[in-house]
């Protein structure tokens, strides 16, 4: 009885230890938790370089948001977005041509939106041409040149603005031949010497061809002939309506069909109205000034925004076009700030980065070590799944572009080629305008609130996984492994609808862009996701919707932030467009942050921040901590402050939005046959719901809310299906 007593104290004793060391295990991760991750994080934070570790922001005392939904919406002067009506959809080049390889991809040639070319066939056309005499020359719709046809054949493209040609053909004045050559050099010099499909130059058997990859054949668009010729009928109805008021006006065409027409009072400077041949303010706010019922040509050249709400009203009513619309201006939505103002398993994956520990937004729901209530289970997927992201998988940021010299972005292998579409020289901030060149070079613009450069596409681009991670350095991204192609929408005081519009469709593969020669400049990674971090308070405008239908038509996801206005996503675009995956701001408990937008429009909760807050407790603002190039500084490990370091903790629905497009991306890199709504439904089947309570806010706050019963106090905030989760994902059962 003794022994056995005796053996009975000691398990007991044994297993007091074990409950000592099991409350010294659980109390090791609460101080974990509050001290910024586990030991090995902390490590892995001290051993960094200062560089790749100091971070800027701080606990805010008060809310951030500043008024947006009241103020007034701001549009370009003098600039126009309209687009035929009855106007044929563009095909894809899988659908209207014979091209399965890449060679012949190269062979075949095209105009530009006029999509024909002229084929000169002699050096004797070229001599009359040359003494003044005409030539009637075949006009071609666009094709795939035969690898059969065995003789060279001199290619030159027609100017598509020239009014020379007909759409059936005409003829042809050596000055158009002349002014084609000059924009498109390379095509109006090259000739063509194609050989047959099995027989190489020199006789020995053809090369293997590169084939052409699917992605690029659906999503490049071909405009048929009938579709020029109702740009041509609009465009003519542009200059007259211009020509009345005495306006010169200028057109940009797209094989989208989006045209861009811009009014001012001289010839080739549309937007320059004042007598000392400077521009005029490019940017008004949207006063509802009307036009009055017979505006006289001295009025509307006296008045840009009077000329461009005439414009407008005239050309609705011609009957001849599908929409026509102010230039919207459109910003970030990443909060604005005020001036001046556990340990894992070996079974888990986690990366190495230094600030990896305070990324609570990639972290499993739940409540303990290595969780968090407003985590979106990123960690579980990487783990669950085996995968952080796939190459093969494209996302598109359209947003301000990138800082392209980051250190923890300019070596990244994710970067794929991008593009700057902002047009405007003054809110490109770059001394141009379009061009191959996506680097972000700053947005201070102080009559918005913007006192310091944001940096916001970097932010953006960082949590989808634009930024090297797992390399001992700065912070982690969502999807580490997918291609990431910066388009710059946005510059200086924000950007322009019609710029917006055309930067989906690069994205998504529909359109070209075009050289400082004139050659088509195509998207070679067609994004499978398309980001979009910007709104502005207005319904979704005709043209946005439009370019949204096309790439969404064509299997891309678009992912768009809600808005930050404490106001019905309905009012917002493109949050409140169709066909998007509307995306509202959680905090780090799960819970709708304050300033998110709400409403039936919202189909996902994501982490967006809420920098007011420390609900974990580790001395830091509860934000997105991301990459971009910031000020005011502090070490993490010292508490020292610093000038300038290169990441950031922000809040928004812009931060939120990203989580998704890199959820959806990984997703897709686990299982690449899916796409379109396909791949969405896989992520909002899984979401973690939410209570209304978790959605809601005093009614004092949010005007025109729905009180929530029994809690006359509370208004509901409807946050769509729930919380995103990835931890709900098993795609390998």
Known sequence: MTGLGLCLGLAACDRTDERVDRLEDISRG??????????????????APVSARALAGKILEASPVLPGATAP????VGSIVAKPRDMPPPASASRSLNVPTMADYDAYVAGDEADAVIVVPSEEDLAMMESGESVAASVEAPRSISRSATSSRRIIAIDPRSRDLSASGGIVSREVIQDSK???APLGERTLSIPEADVSPDGGAAAPQEPLPP????R?????????????????????????YGLAANIQRSRSGQMVIEVGSRAMSPTRYDANDKLAPPIAEDDGLECPENPTAEQLQADPRLATVCVIRDLQNSGDFEYVEKDWVYHHQMIRRPKNGGPSTTSTITPNDPLWSLQWNFLGQGIGEGKSQGGAGFVDFWTSQATQGSGE??????DTGLEMDHPDIKDSPNLAKGWDMVTD??????GDSRDPDPNDPGDVCPEEFVYENTYHGTHVAGTVGASVTNNAAGVAGGAWNVKIVPVRALGKCGGRLSDINDAIRWAGGLIPEYDELGNEVWNDNPADIINLSIGIFRFCPASMQDAIDEVVERGVVVVAAAGNDKVSTQYYAPGGCNNVISVAAGDARGIMAPYSNYGAEVDILAPGGDLTRDDNGDGRPDGILSTKTAHDCVDPVTNEGIDDCFYAYEQGTSMAAPHVSAALALIKSKRPSLSGNALSDVLMSALTPRSQEQCSGLCVQYPGAEPIEGSP???KRPCGGGMLNLSNIKLDE
Do not use: H
């Not at 002939?225 to 740009?231: G, H, I, N």
């Not at 998988?393 to 359209?398: D, M, S």
């Not at 020289?425 to 770059?430: L, P, S």
């Open 73 to 76: 919406q701001k549009f370009v």
């Open 393 to 398: 998988v494209v996302v598109a940021v359209v």
């Open 182 to 184: 000059a924009l498109r």
């Open 425 to 430: 020289i003054n809110m490109a901030n770059d």
């Open 220 to 244: 490049r668009l071909m405009m048929p002939r009938a579709a020029m010729s109702s740009q041509m009928v609009a465009e003519t109805r542009m200059i007259e309506t211009a020509q009345r």
């Open 30 to 47: 609460v101080l974990d938790q509050l001290g910024g991750g586990s030991g090995a994080e902390r490590d892995a934070m001290q051993s």
């Open 713 to 715: 106090d509370l208004c």
């Open 215 to 218: 992605k690029l054949a659906e």
